[in-house]
């Protein structure tokens, strides 16, 4: 490949919105078999509703409400964002953001935490969606409820990488039942769920090591080391700067459909160079 022919691929890419780190990236796109996706925020929205608040006792919800969400007030996460929102604003010191898991943090010297039940100590509940659970000094107080949408683009996406002869798995955090709900209403038939952010570094490395060539889109925190360690990093520009900072290319919009555009961009650039 001639430098300058993927230079011009690369500016081709701005036009597009899909900011390439190198030109060097170009003809590693070219190779991809595998395209794993990360849920929340790539597949999804990433814009969280809160759809159930349950204390455990009905007089403790304002108390509930009210440290969640100061808890959360920091977060990056679309899940704490959303949690943020349940009262208004109040100081949280030592906030600390436990990837995958969930946050921490002191509020109205009390000890806070908000996470995936597993995490904190509690069954969960049985609403639909990915529920926090909530612990004040060692307490569970209750669990919040949240739930997103699949991109509107994210169906016709699936189907176009698939197209193009790649592979989707579904890779995410969240529960099992959520996943398994996205990846049926997106046709995405191979999904590996609640994962910590280790294990989707090492499904990313497990996929290369059988000799498959690995695309990994991703906008969290808890993507980082997996955009990294891909073959070919691409980070959703609405995502959070360590996604960004990790990953060989960034889509401007956070639309999928653009990771199309990308594999088919770099198709089209080598085949001119050829
Ligand atoms: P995904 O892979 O879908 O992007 P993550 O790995 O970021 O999900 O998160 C996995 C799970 O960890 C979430 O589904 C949620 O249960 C929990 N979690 C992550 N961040 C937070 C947060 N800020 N507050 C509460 N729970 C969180
Ligand atoms: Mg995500």
Redesign the pocket.
Known sequence: ATPTALMVGTGRGAQLGILIKGPQVLESTRRIDTVVL????TVTTGRMAVVAVEPVEPSRETELRRFAAAV?AP?E?P??RA?ATLAPPEEVSEFA?H?????SGVVDGRTVR???PSWVGHPGSAHAG?T?AVEVDGRVLGTVTVADTVKETSVSAVAALRDLGLEPVL?????RSVAEAVAREVGIERVEAEVT?EDKLRTVQRLRSEGRVVAMVGD?V??AAALAAADLGIAMGTGTDVAIAASDLTLVSGDLATAVVAVRLSRATLRTIR
């Open positions: 990360d849920k929340t925020g959360e977060s996460h899940v704490g949690i953001n990837a995958g898991q969930g946050v908000a996470g995936r990915t926090v890779l995410t955090g969240d529960r952010p969290g808890n993507d």
